[in-house]
Protein backbone atom coordinates (compact mmCIF):
# COMPACT_ATOMS: atom_id res chain seq x y z
CA UNK A 1 0.00 0.00 0.00
CA UNK A 2 2.99 2.30 0.90
CA UNK A 3 4.40 1.94 -2.48
CA UNK A 4 1.21 2.31 -4.38
CA UNK A 5 1.03 5.86 -2.46
CA UNK A 6 4.87 6.45 -3.12
CA UNK A 7 3.85 6.02 -6.94
CA UNK A 8 0.63 7.86 -6.62
CA UNK A 9 2.57 10.80 -5.21
CA UNK A 10 5.50 10.69 -7.44
CA UNK A 11 2.80 10.92 -10.68
CA UNK A 12 0.88 13.86 -9.38
CA UNK A 13 4.28 15.33 -8.58
CA UNK A 14 5.30 15.00 -12.21
CA UNK A 15 2.37 16.48 -13.32
CA UNK A 16 2.01 18.95 -11.52
CA UNK A 17 5.46 20.06 -12.79
CA UNK A 18 4.44 19.81 -15.79
CA UNK A 19 1.31 22.26 -14.98
CA UNK A 20 3.56 24.63 -13.42
CA UNK A 21 6.31 24.96 -16.60
CA UNK A 22 2.80 25.24 -18.49
CA UNK A 23 1.28 28.09 -16.09
CA UNK A 24 4.21 30.57 -16.46
CA UNK A 25 4.82 29.66 -20.47
CA UNK A 26 8.29 27.52 -19.55
CA UNK A 27 7.70 24.42 -20.82
CA UNK A 28 7.16 25.79 -24.84
CA UNK A 29 7.84 29.70 -24.48
CA UNK A 30 6.67 31.82 -26.61
CA UNK A 31 10.16 33.09 -27.17
CA UNK A 32 11.49 29.74 -29.19
CA UNK A 33 8.38 29.79 -31.54
CA UNK A 34 10.69 31.50 -34.75
CA UNK A 35 13.21 28.19 -34.06
CA UNK A 36 10.42 25.36 -34.40
CA UNK A 37 8.98 24.14 -37.48
CA UNK A 38 5.46 24.40 -38.16
CA UNK A 39 4.02 21.00 -36.67
CA UNK A 40 5.76 22.01 -33.38
CA UNK A 41 4.68 25.57 -33.58
CA UNK A 42 1.00 24.24 -33.35
CA UNK A 43 1.82 21.87 -30.64
CA UNK A 44 3.63 24.66 -28.54
CA UNK A 45 0.83 27.31 -29.06
CA UNK A 46 -1.90 24.64 -27.45
CA UNK A 47 0.53 23.80 -24.95
CA UNK A 48 0.71 27.73 -24.31
CA UNK A 49 -2.98 27.54 -23.55
CA UNK A 50 -2.08 26.78 -20.02
CA UNK A 51 -0.12 29.97 -19.75
CA UNK A 52 -1.52 32.06 -16.84
CA UNK A 53 -0.49 35.72 -16.44
CA UNK A 54 3.24 34.62 -15.34
CA UNK A 55 3.57 33.27 -18.56
CA UNK A 56 3.21 36.66 -20.09
CA UNK A 57 5.23 38.22 -17.56
CA UNK A 58 9.53 38.37 -18.03
CA UNK A 59 11.97 36.75 -19.77
CA UNK A 60 11.84 33.20 -20.26
CA UNK A 61 14.81 32.42 -17.91
CA UNK A 62 12.92 34.10 -15.53
CA UNK A 63 10.27 32.28 -15.49
CA UNK A 64 11.79 28.93 -16.06
CA UNK A 65 13.76 30.01 -12.48
CA UNK A 66 11.00 30.47 -10.83
CA UNK A 67 9.31 27.66 -11.72
CA UNK A 68 12.77 25.62 -10.89
CA UNK A 69 13.08 27.21 -7.50
CA UNK A 70 9.35 25.79 -6.59
CA UNK A 71 9.71 22.33 -7.66
CA UNK A 72 12.58 21.95 -5.09
CA UNK A 73 15.87 20.48 -5.00
CA UNK A 74 16.38 18.11 -8.52
CA UNK A 75 14.75 20.92 -10.87
CA UNK A 76 17.26 23.80 -8.50
CA UNK A 77 20.17 21.26 -9.49
CA UNK A 78 18.64 20.91 -13.40
CA UNK A 79 18.70 25.00 -13.29
CA UNK A 80 22.59 25.00 -12.08
CA UNK A 81 23.91 23.28 -14.75
CA UNK A 82 21.44 24.52 -17.49
CA UNK A 83 23.23 27.60 -16.49
CA UNK A 84 26.52 26.97 -17.33
CA UNK A 85 25.68 26.39 -20.91
CA UNK A 86 24.88 30.22 -22.18
CA UNK A 87 26.55 28.73 -25.42
CA UNK A 88 23.62 26.67 -25.99
CA UNK A 89 20.82 28.70 -24.38
CA UNK A 90 22.03 31.82 -24.79
CA UNK A 91 23.60 34.31 -21.98
CA UNK A 92 20.46 36.09 -20.99
CA UNK A 93 18.95 32.70 -20.78
CA UNK A 94 21.75 31.36 -18.74
CA UNK A 95 22.16 34.61 -16.56
CA UNK A 96 18.48 34.35 -15.37
CA UNK A 97 19.27 30.87 -14.17
CA UNK A 98 22.17 31.76 -12.40
CA UNK A 99 20.58 32.79 -9.00
CA UNK A 100 19.54 29.34 -8.31
CA UNK A 101 23.17 28.60 -7.68
CA UNK A 102 23.55 30.62 -4.55
CA UNK A 103 21.15 33.22 -4.19
CA UNK A 104 17.41 31.26 -3.05
CA UNK A 105 15.31 32.73 -0.10
CA UNK A 106 17.38 31.67 3.18
CA UNK A 107 15.89 30.44 6.49
CA UNK A 108 16.41 32.53 9.80
CA UNK A 109 19.30 32.48 10.97
CA UNK A 110 17.84 31.69 14.30
CA UNK A 111 16.51 28.07 13.26
CA UNK A 112 20.10 27.68 11.90
CA UNK A 113 21.99 28.34 14.94
CA UNK A 114 19.72 26.19 16.76
CA UNK A 115 20.30 22.47 14.45
CA UNK A 116 23.73 23.82 14.67
CA UNK A 117 23.38 23.21 18.72
CA UNK A 118 21.55 19.97 18.63
CA UNK A 119 23.79 17.95 15.82
CA UNK A 120 26.93 19.34 17.29
CA UNK A 121 25.32 18.58 21.02
CA UNK A 122 26.60 21.60 22.38
CA UNK A 123 26.11 25.13 22.53
CA UNK A 124 27.22 27.82 20.15
CA UNK A 125 28.91 29.56 22.16
CA UNK A 126 31.37 26.92 22.49
CA UNK A 127 32.74 26.54 19.54
CA UNK A 128 32.10 30.02 17.94
CA UNK A 129 32.70 33.35 18.66
CA UNK A 130 30.11 34.99 16.24
CA UNK A 131 27.48 33.11 14.12
CA UNK A 132 26.37 35.83 11.13
CA UNK A 133 23.30 35.94 9.30
CA UNK A 134 22.99 33.40 5.76
CA UNK A 135 25.89 34.32 3.20
CA UNK A 136 23.84 32.51 0.49
CA UNK A 137 21.60 29.64 0.37
CA UNK A 138 21.31 27.08 -2.27
CA UNK A 139 19.09 23.78 -3.16
CA UNK A 140 19.82 21.75 0.07
CA UNK A 141 21.56 24.03 2.42
CA UNK A 142 22.52 28.02 3.41
CA UNK A 143 25.95 29.14 4.57
CA UNK A 144 26.43 31.24 7.57
CA UNK A 145 29.86 32.99 8.40
CA UNK A 146 31.40 32.39 11.53
CA UNK A 147 34.22 33.12 14.04
CA UNK A 148 35.85 30.28 16.00
CA UNK A 149 36.69 30.81 19.66
CA UNK A 150 40.54 31.09 18.33
CA UNK A 151 39.59 33.77 16.47
CA UNK A 152 39.52 31.95 13.18
CA UNK A 153 36.63 32.59 10.26
CA UNK A 154 35.25 30.00 8.38
CA UNK A 155 31.94 28.63 6.79
CA UNK A 156 28.81 26.82 8.60
CA UNK A 157 26.88 24.96 6.06
CA UNK A 158 23.54 24.14 7.52
CA UNK A 159 20.73 21.72 6.01
CA UNK A 160 17.28 23.19 5.86
CA UNK A 161 14.45 22.01 7.47
CA UNK A 162 12.83 19.61 6.42
CA UNK A 163 15.03 19.25 3.47
CA UNK A 164 14.77 15.36 4.10
CA UNK A 165 11.55 14.91 2.65
CA UNK A 166 11.41 16.91 0.12
CA UNK A 167 14.49 14.96 -1.46
CA UNK A 168 13.33 11.91 -0.81
CA UNK A 169 9.72 12.97 -2.78
CA UNK A 170 11.76 14.35 -5.68
CA UNK A 171 14.09 11.23 -5.85
CA UNK A 172 10.27 8.77 -5.62
CA UNK A 173 9.23 11.88 -8.84
CA UNK A 174 12.40 10.88 -10.93
CA UNK A 175 12.61 7.45 -10.31
CA UNK A 176 8.82 7.12 -12.12
CA UNK A 177 10.15 9.89 -14.79
CA UNK A 178 12.66 7.04 -15.68
CA UNK A 179 10.52 4.69 -15.47
CA UNK A 180 7.96 5.90 -18.17
CA UNK A 181 10.74 7.03 -20.25
CA UNK A 182 11.85 3.74 -20.40
CA UNK A 183 8.09 2.05 -20.48
CA UNK A 184 6.88 4.56 -22.89
CA UNK A 185 9.67 6.16 -24.91
CA UNK A 186 11.82 3.90 -26.77
CA UNK A 187 14.31 6.04 -28.26
CA UNK A 188 15.01 6.73 -24.73
CA UNK A 189 15.88 3.17 -24.17
CA UNK A 190 19.42 3.64 -24.64
CA UNK A 191 19.59 6.27 -22.18
CA UNK A 192 19.03 3.85 -19.05
CA UNK A 193 16.68 6.52 -17.86
CA UNK A 194 16.44 4.22 -14.35
CA UNK A 195 20.16 3.96 -14.02
CA UNK A 196 19.93 7.35 -14.89
CA UNK A 197 17.67 8.22 -12.11
CA UNK A 198 19.30 6.02 -9.60
CA UNK A 199 22.81 7.41 -9.84
CA UNK A 200 21.51 11.15 -9.41
CA UNK A 201 19.01 9.53 -6.47
CA UNK A 202 22.11 7.99 -4.79
CA UNK A 203 23.95 11.07 -5.37
CA UNK A 204 21.64 13.28 -3.48
CA UNK A 205 20.95 10.59 -0.34
CA UNK A 206 24.75 11.21 -0.29
CA UNK A 207 24.48 14.98 0.11
CA UNK A 208 22.09 15.04 3.10
CA UNK A 209 24.72 13.79 5.32
CA UNK A 210 27.70 16.20 5.57
CA UNK A 211 29.76 13.91 7.46
CA UNK A 212 30.66 12.17 3.84
CA UNK A 213 30.98 15.80 2.41
CA UNK A 214 33.32 16.95 5.20
CA UNK A 215 35.30 13.33 3.85
CA UNK A 216 35.41 14.45 0.57
CA UNK A 217 36.14 17.62 1.27
CA UNK A 218 39.57 16.59 2.74
CA UNK A 219 40.55 14.15 0.24
CA UNK A 220 39.86 16.57 -2.54
CA UNK A 221 41.85 19.10 -0.56
CA UNK A 222 44.94 16.88 -0.08
CA UNK A 223 44.39 15.65 -4.18
CA UNK A 224 44.41 19.21 -4.95
CA UNK A 225 47.45 20.21 -3.34
CA UNK A 226 49.28 18.02 -5.32
CA UNK A 227 49.07 20.06 -8.27
CA UNK A 228 48.06 23.59 -7.42
CA UNK A 229 45.12 24.14 -9.78
CA UNK A 230 43.02 24.53 -7.36
CA UNK A 231 42.27 24.56 -3.90
CA UNK A 232 39.92 24.21 -1.10
CA UNK A 233 39.36 25.22 2.21
CA UNK A 234 40.20 22.59 5.99
CA UNK A 235 37.64 21.28 7.04
CA UNK A 236 36.92 22.01 11.00
CA UNK A 237 35.93 18.79 12.03
CA UNK A 238 34.31 19.68 15.85
CA UNK A 239 32.21 21.50 13.70
CA UNK A 240 31.04 18.20 11.38
CA UNK A 241 27.65 16.70 12.16
CA UNK A 242 24.93 15.17 9.69
CA UNK A 243 23.41 18.19 9.05
CA UNK A 244 26.29 20.64 9.55
CA UNK A 245 29.46 21.18 8.07
CA UNK A 246 32.17 23.87 9.07
CA UNK A 247 35.08 24.70 6.92
CA UNK A 248 38.22 27.30 6.76
CA UNK A 249 37.02 30.52 5.33
CA UNK A 250 37.17 30.35 1.06
CA UNK A 251 39.30 32.92 0.76
CA UNK A 252 38.37 35.00 -2.74
CA UNK A 253 35.24 36.08 -4.63
CA UNK A 254 32.51 33.89 -5.83
CA UNK A 255 33.20 33.38 -9.68
CA UNK A 256 28.91 33.94 -9.97
CA UNK A 257 29.78 37.57 -9.05
CA UNK A 258 29.68 39.06 -12.58
CA UNK A 259 32.19 41.81 -11.69
CA UNK A 260 34.65 39.40 -10.82
CA UNK A 261 35.74 38.42 -14.61
CA UNK A 262 36.32 42.21 -15.40
CA UNK A 263 38.46 42.38 -12.80
CA UNK A 264 41.44 44.49 -14.10
CA UNK A 265 44.97 42.20 -14.48
CA UNK A 266 42.90 39.30 -13.78
CA UNK A 267 44.67 36.30 -16.34
CA UNK A 268 41.08 34.42 -18.17
CA UNK A 269 43.11 32.77 -20.06
CA UNK A 270 45.20 30.99 -16.97
CA UNK A 271 42.31 30.62 -15.29
CA UNK A 272 39.95 28.76 -17.74
CA UNK A 273 42.88 26.16 -18.72
CA UNK A 274 43.35 25.91 -14.45
CA UNK A 275 40.35 24.78 -14.14
CA UNK A 276 40.02 22.17 -17.08
CA UNK A 277 43.41 20.56 -15.78
CA UNK A 278 42.13 20.62 -12.02
CA UNK A 279 39.35 18.42 -13.09
CA UNK A 280 41.67 16.26 -15.29
CA UNK A 281 44.02 16.00 -12.81
CA UNK A 282 41.56 14.78 -10.14
CA UNK A 283 39.92 12.42 -12.52
CA UNK A 284 42.77 10.58 -13.81
CA UNK A 285 45.67 10.93 -11.19
CA UNK A 286 43.26 10.46 -8.11
CA UNK A 287 40.36 8.89 -9.65
CA UNK A 288 37.65 11.26 -7.54
CA UNK A 289 36.55 14.63 -8.45
CA UNK A 290 34.10 17.68 -7.95
CA UNK A 291 31.26 16.67 -9.24
CA UNK A 292 29.90 20.46 -9.03
CA UNK A 293 32.23 22.65 -9.85
CA UNK A 294 29.59 25.50 -11.49
CA UNK A 295 29.96 29.12 -11.24
CA UNK A 296 28.54 28.98 -7.08
CA UNK A 297 31.21 26.38 -5.87
CA UNK A 298 34.11 28.79 -7.10
CA UNK A 299 35.69 31.70 -5.81
CA UNK A 300 38.54 33.55 -6.91
CA UNK A 301 41.05 34.32 -4.63
CA UNK A 302 43.42 37.45 -6.08
CA UNK A 303 45.94 37.18 -3.42
CA UNK A 304 46.79 33.46 -4.12
CA UNK A 305 50.81 33.25 -4.71
CA UNK A 306 51.63 33.46 -8.29
CA UNK A 307 48.23 35.02 -9.57
CA UNK A 308 44.60 34.54 -9.03
CA UNK A 309 43.94 30.98 -8.01
CA UNK A 310 40.87 28.94 -8.10
CA UNK A 311 38.85 27.84 -4.64
CA UNK A 312 36.51 25.13 -4.50
CA UNK A 313 33.39 24.47 -2.29
CA UNK A 314 30.60 22.46 -1.45
CA UNK A 315 31.78 19.17 -2.00
CA UNK A 316 28.56 17.23 -1.66
CA UNK A 317 28.62 15.31 -4.96
CA UNK A 318 31.79 13.18 -5.58
CA UNK A 319 32.56 11.30 -8.75
CA UNK A 320 35.14 8.46 -8.53
CA UNK A 321 36.49 6.80 -10.93
CA UNK A 322 38.24 2.86 -11.16
CA UNK A 323 41.13 2.57 -12.80
CA UNK A 324 40.04 1.07 -15.91
CA UNK A 325 37.88 4.03 -16.46
CA UNK A 326 40.60 6.33 -15.44
CA UNK A 327 42.70 4.47 -18.29
CA UNK A 328 40.05 4.46 -21.02
CA UNK A 329 39.11 8.16 -20.74
CA UNK A 330 43.28 9.15 -20.56
CA UNK A 331 43.70 6.99 -23.68
CA UNK A 332 40.06 8.82 -25.69
CA UNK A 333 41.56 12.05 -24.36
CA UNK A 334 45.32 11.20 -25.66
CA UNK A 335 44.19 9.63 -28.72
CA UNK A 336 41.93 13.34 -29.70
CA UNK A 337 45.25 15.44 -29.30
CA UNK A 338 46.77 13.02 -31.51
CA UNK A 339 44.04 12.94 -33.42
CA UNK A 340 44.38 9.05 -33.83
CA UNK A 341 40.89 8.23 -34.55
CA UNK A 342 41.54 4.26 -35.02
CA UNK A 343 43.06 4.05 -31.61
CA UNK A 344 39.94 6.07 -29.55
CA UNK A 345 37.67 3.60 -31.95
CA UNK A 346 39.75 0.61 -30.68
CA UNK A 347 39.12 1.98 -26.42
CA UNK A 348 35.72 2.54 -27.13
CA UNK A 349 35.75 -1.02 -28.35
CA UNK A 350 37.64 -2.49 -25.57
CA UNK A 351 35.73 -0.50 -22.81
CA UNK A 352 32.29 -2.06 -24.18
CA UNK A 353 30.83 1.73 -25.01
CA UNK A 354 30.08 0.24 -28.32
CA UNK A 355 28.52 -2.87 -29.03
CA UNK A 356 31.23 -5.26 -30.50
CA UNK A 357 29.21 -6.25 -33.95
CA UNK A 358 30.11 -2.53 -34.92
CA UNK A 359 32.64 -1.50 -37.71
CA UNK A 360 35.86 -0.26 -35.94
CA UNK A 361 36.61 1.36 -38.74
CA UNK A 362 32.97 3.38 -39.56
CA UNK A 363 33.19 4.67 -35.84
CA UNK A 364 36.47 5.65 -36.52
CA UNK A 365 35.28 7.66 -39.24
CA UNK A 366 32.48 8.94 -37.46
CA UNK A 367 34.78 10.01 -34.92
CA UNK A 368 37.21 11.85 -37.22
CA UNK A 369 33.90 13.55 -38.66
CA UNK A 370 33.34 14.86 -34.88
CA UNK A 371 36.51 15.49 -33.74
CA UNK A 372 38.55 17.12 -37.09
CA UNK A 373 36.07 20.67 -37.35
CA UNK A 374 36.81 21.45 -33.27
CA UNK A 375 40.32 20.40 -33.31
CA UNK A 376 42.69 23.30 -32.18
CA UNK A 377 39.52 25.80 -32.40
CA UNK A 378 38.56 28.40 -29.59
CA UNK A 379 35.43 27.41 -27.57
CA UNK A 380 33.73 30.42 -28.95
CA UNK A 381 34.10 29.03 -32.19
CA UNK A 382 32.90 25.83 -31.99
CA UNK A 383 28.64 25.63 -31.78
CA UNK A 384 28.47 23.46 -28.61
CA UNK A 385 24.87 22.78 -29.64
CA UNK A 386 25.45 21.63 -33.38
CA UNK A 387 28.33 19.60 -31.68
CA UNK A 388 25.83 17.55 -29.22
CA UNK A 389 23.71 17.11 -32.03
CA UNK A 390 26.59 15.79 -34.21
CA UNK A 391 27.76 12.99 -30.67
CA UNK A 392 23.94 12.06 -30.02
CA UNK A 393 23.27 11.12 -34.10
CA UNK A 394 26.45 9.00 -33.96
CA UNK A 395 26.01 7.22 -30.35
CA UNK A 396 22.75 6.52 -31.77
CA UNK A 397 23.70 4.96 -34.63
CA UNK A 398 26.36 2.87 -32.93
CA UNK A 399 23.80 1.88 -30.29
CA UNK A 400 25.73 3.23 -26.93
CA UNK A 401 24.24 3.00 -24.39
CA UNK A 402 24.61 5.19 -21.48
CA UNK A 403 26.92 3.50 -18.72
CA UNK A 404 25.69 4.86 -14.89
CA UNK A 405 29.45 4.85 -13.86
CA UNK A 406 30.02 7.44 -15.81
CA UNK A 407 26.76 9.76 -15.37
CA UNK A 408 28.97 11.64 -12.65
CA UNK A 409 31.90 12.22 -15.22
CA UNK A 410 30.04 13.60 -18.63
CA UNK A 411 27.39 15.57 -16.68
CA UNK A 412 30.67 17.11 -14.91
CA UNK A 413 32.67 17.48 -18.38
CA UNK A 414 29.95 19.24 -19.69
CA UNK A 415 29.67 21.67 -17.12
CA UNK A 416 33.29 21.83 -16.44
CA UNK A 417 33.73 22.94 -20.31
CA UNK A 418 30.74 25.61 -20.10
CA UNK A 419 32.20 27.22 -17.13
CA UNK A 420 35.25 27.29 -19.09
CA UNK A 421 33.55 29.35 -21.98
CA UNK A 422 32.12 31.81 -19.48
CA UNK A 423 35.91 32.40 -18.32
CA UNK A 424 37.94 32.61 -21.27
CA UNK A 425 35.43 32.31 -24.97
CA UNK A 426 39.05 32.07 -26.49
CA UNK A 427 39.29 28.86 -24.18
CA UNK A 428 41.32 25.65 -26.51
CA UNK A 429 40.25 22.66 -24.32
CA UNK A 430 42.37 20.49 -26.13
CA UNK A 431 45.39 22.70 -25.33
CA UNK A 432 44.39 22.95 -21.57
CA UNK A 433 43.62 19.28 -21.58
CA UNK A 434 47.45 18.31 -23.08
CA UNK A 435 49.74 18.70 -20.06
CA UNK A 436 47.97 16.80 -17.67
CA UNK A 437 46.87 13.86 -20.16
CA UNK A 438 50.59 13.40 -21.48
CA UNK A 439 51.51 13.30 -17.78
CA UNK A 440 49.34 10.44 -17.46
CA UNK A 441 50.36 8.89 -20.60
CA UNK A 442 53.68 8.74 -20.03
CA UNK A 443 53.54 7.67 -16.03
CA UNK A 444 50.42 5.03 -16.82
CA UNK A 445 51.02 3.55 -20.41
CA UNK A 446 54.94 4.01 -21.05
CA UNK A 447 57.16 0.81 -21.25
CA UNK A 448 58.51 1.58 -18.19
CA UNK A 449 55.39 1.76 -16.30
CA UNK A 450 54.12 -1.13 -17.75
CA UNK A 451 57.21 -3.31 -16.50
CA UNK A 452 57.02 -1.99 -13.26
CA UNK A 453 53.30 -3.44 -13.08
CA UNK A 454 55.05 -7.08 -14.41
CA UNK A 455 57.35 -6.58 -11.69
CA UNK A 456 54.53 -6.07 -9.28
CA UNK A 457 52.38 -8.67 -10.37
CA UNK A 458 55.49 -11.16 -10.21
CA UNK A 459 55.87 -10.08 -6.39
CA UNK A 460 52.53 -11.10 -5.91
CA UNK A 461 52.89 -14.29 -7.15
CA UNK A 462 56.35 -14.92 -5.68
CA UNK A 463 54.52 -14.07 -2.14
CA UNK A 464 51.89 -16.23 -2.49
CA UNK A 465 54.67 -19.33 -3.65
CA UNK A 466 56.55 -17.94 -0.58
CA UNK A 467 53.90 -18.86 2.01
CA UNK A 468 51.29 -21.44 0.65
CA UNK A 469 48.44 -23.16 2.66
CA UNK A 470 49.73 -26.59 3.77
CA UNK A 471 49.95 -28.56 0.93
CA UNK A 472 49.08 -32.34 0.64
CA UNK A 473 52.12 -34.81 0.39
CA UNK A 474 53.39 -34.69 -2.79
CA UNK A 475 55.63 -37.11 -4.84
CA UNK A 476 59.49 -35.91 -5.03
CA UNK A 477 59.10 -35.21 -8.65
CA UNK A 478 56.32 -32.93 -7.94
CA UNK A 479 58.01 -31.21 -5.43
CA UNK A 480 60.75 -30.54 -7.85
CA UNK A 481 58.60 -28.88 -10.19
CA UNK A 482 57.26 -26.39 -7.53
CA UNK A 483 60.39 -25.44 -6.73
CA UNK A 484 61.56 -24.57 -10.56
CA UNK A 485 58.63 -22.77 -10.79
CA UNK A 486 59.26 -20.90 -7.66
CA UNK A 487 63.07 -20.10 -9.05
CA UNK A 488 61.63 -19.44 -12.59
CA UNK A 489 59.09 -16.62 -10.98
CA UNK A 490 61.92 -15.35 -8.87
CA UNK A 491 63.93 -15.00 -11.81
CA UNK A 492 61.27 -13.03 -13.91
CA UNK A 493 60.74 -10.77 -10.88
CA UNK A 494 64.38 -9.68 -10.05
CA UNK A 495 64.51 -9.37 -14.28
CA UNK A 496 61.23 -6.58 -14.37
CA UNK A 497 62.93 -4.68 -11.68
CA UNK A 498 66.50 -4.36 -13.01
CA UNK A 499 64.59 -3.14 -16.57
CA UNK A 500 61.91 -1.50 -14.66
CA UNK A 501 64.95 0.91 -12.88
CA UNK A 502 66.93 1.25 -15.60
CA UNK A 503 64.37 2.61 -17.61
CA UNK A 504 63.48 5.63 -15.11
Known amino acids: MGDLNGGVSAGLRLVGAAWSLARADALAPREIDPLLPPWARVLARLVRLAAGRAGRIGRPGERLAGVLERQGPVAIKLGQFLSTRADILGAPFADDLARLKDRLAPFPAALAAAEVERSLGRPLASLFATFDEALGAASLAQVHGATLADGRRVAVKVLRPGIEARVAADIDALTLAGALAETFVPAARRLEPRAFAATIARALRLELD???????????REAMAADGYMTAPAVIWPGVARRVLTLEWARGEALSDPGVLARPGLDRPRLAADLIRAFLAQALDHGVFHADPHEGNL??????????????????????????????????????????????????????????HHDRAA????????????????????????LLTQLFEVTALFEMRLRPELVLLQKTMVTVEGVGRRIDPGLDIWAAAEPVVRRWILRELSPASRLRDLAARAGAVIERLAAPPPPPPII???????????????????????????LR
Open 210 to 220: LRFEAAGADEL
Open 299 to 356: FVDFGAAGGARLVAVDFGILGRMGPDERRYLAEILWGFLRRDYPRIAAVHFEAGYVPA
Open 363 to 386: FAQALRAVGEPIFGRAAAEVSMDR
Open 476 to 502: PAARAVTAAGFALGALTAALAFALAAA
